[in-house]
């Protein structure tokens, strides 16, 4: 997502500096494919930008906006920081908080929609004092939307869409495998079409790239679970990152997106994303297909 975000960027005219220190081979990859000029360390980072934007897994989003205060006490500045990390609200305002105390400002945000390498499939809410000033940014084919001045709104927008966006594919892969471990997935899907075509329409490659990205997902459920307590509801998305931990340990959830063969079949998906055959007289274990 951060590579395509700065692609949009640098289309838009502005200059787009990121470090690769510490970071994967991918991530090289992927930042040389966006022509984002990397500097070596980020102290650079923060010093050569007006603006920094935090585009991460959501459990290392508290610990990056430590980094950026101390790289920027340490390089003597200054930048508007922005979070578009699916966080939870409470999360936002700590990260808001912290960052607050070293003489920073944050502008909470949070991105909708599959990485803007294609133009208008993808939208950035905004919220905060200085909301406005980020929403100025020149963005091709993104949509940015200012929620309200209060940190943590655009965050919360996020929350309720992933819920939705992510939970449905985590009930459609327990579901389908299910259906795999009893044998009617053909009479499953059927019915689903009929009632649903939408949601089984590429449901082969959506299941496979959503597998790849479970790792990154389970965090990001467990803020939901974070958001919906505070609103008194049960812990539901507790068990959502339950799922995704599983999907994670399978062999599809090594690979990365763009590995994907185009052509792959939801028998093959299902195959790669089933628990492990029961163990000879165990009973009541997950691999004995979801209850």
Request: proline share 7%; with cysteine.
């Given at each position: 997502?951060g590579?395509?975000v700065?692609?949009?960027?640098a289309q838009?005219?502005?200059r787009?500096?990121a470090t690769?220190?510490?970071?994967s081979?991918?991530?090289?990859?992927?930042?040389a494919k966006?022509?984002?000029e990397?500097?070596p360390?980020?102290?650079d980072?923060?010093?050569e930008?007006?603006?920094?934007?935090s585009i991460?897994?959501?459990?290392?989003?508290?610990a990056?906006?430590?980094?950026?205060?101390r790289?920027a006490?340490q390089?003597?500045?200054?930048?508007?920081?922005?979070?578009?990390?699916a966080?939870?609200?409470?999360t936002?305002?700590?990260?808001?908080?912290?960052?607050?105390a070293?003489g920073?400002?944050?502008?909470?945000?949070?991105?909708?929609?599959?990485p803007?390498?294609?133009?208008?499939?993808?939208?950035?809410?905004l919220?905060?004092?200085?909301?406005?000033e980020?929403?100025?940014?020149?963005l091709?084919?993104?949509?940015?939307?200012v929620v309200?001045?209060?940190?943590?709104?655009?965050?919360a927008?996020?929350?309720c869409?992933?819920s939705?966006?992510?939970?449905?594919?985590?009930?459609?892969a327990?579901?389908?495998?299910?259906?795999?471990h009893?044998g009617?997935?053909?009479y499953?899907?059927?019915?689903l079409?009929?009632?649903l075509?939408?949601l089984?329409d590429g449901?082969?490659?959506?299941l496979?790239r959503?597998?790849?990205?479970?790792g990154?997902?389970?965090?990001?459920?467990?803020e939901?679970?974070?958001?919906?307590?505070a609103?008194?509801?049960?812990a539901?998305f507790?068990a959502?990152?339950?799922?995704y931990?599983?999907?994670?340990?399978?062999?599809?959830a090594?690979?990365?997106?763009e590995?994907?063969?185009?052509?792959?079949?939801?028998?093959q998906?299902?195959?790669?994303?089933a628990?492990e055959?029961a163990?000879p007289?165990r009973t009541?274990s997950?691999?004995?297909g979801a209850?």
């Amino acid at each position: 997502m951060g590579s395509a975000v700065a692609h949009a960027l640098a289309q838009g005219g502005a200059r787009v500096v990121a470090t690769l220190a510490g970071r994967s081979p991918r991530t090289a990859r992927l930042a040389a494919k966006a022509e984002v000029e990397c500097v070596p360390g980020l102290e650079d980072v923060v010093r050569e930008s007006d603006v920094v934007l935090s585009i991460a897994p959501p459990e290392r989003a508290e610990a990056i906006a430590g980094e950026l205060a101390r790289a920027a006490a340490q390089a003597g500045a200054r930048p508007l920081v922005a979070d578009l990390n699916a966080i939870a609200p409470e999360t936002v305002r700590r990260i808001g908080g912290s960052l607050a105390a070293s003489g920073l400002e944050l502008v909470d945000g949070s991105i909708s929609g599959p990485p803007p390498w294609r133009a208008d499939t993808t939208r950035i809410y905004l919220s905060g004092p200085r909301a406005p000033e980020l929403a100025a940014l020149a963005l091709p084919g993104v949509r940015l939307v200012v929620v309200g001045p209060e940190l943590g709104t655009a965050s919360a927008v996020k929350m309720c869409t992933a819920s939705v966006y992510k939970g449905t594919t985590a009930l459609l892969a327990q579901a389908l495998l299910t259906a795999r471990h009893q044998g009617v997935v053909g009479y499953v899907l059927g019915d689903l079409e009929e009632s649903l075509p939408e949601l089984v329409d590429g449901v082969a490659l959506g299941l496979a790239r959503s597998a790849t990205k479970s790792g990154r997902y389970v965090a990001e459920m467990r803020e939901i679970a974070t958001t919906q307590a505070a609103a008194g509801l049960p812990a539901l998305f507790e068990a959502m990152a339950e799922v995704y931990a599983e999907l994670s340990l399978r062999p599809v959830a090594r690979k990365a997106p763009e590995e994907l063969p185009a052509d792959l079949s939801l028998e093959q998906v299902l195959d790669s994303l089933a628990p492990e055959p029961a163990e000879p007289g165990r009973t009541g274990s997950r691999a004995d297909g979801a209850g």
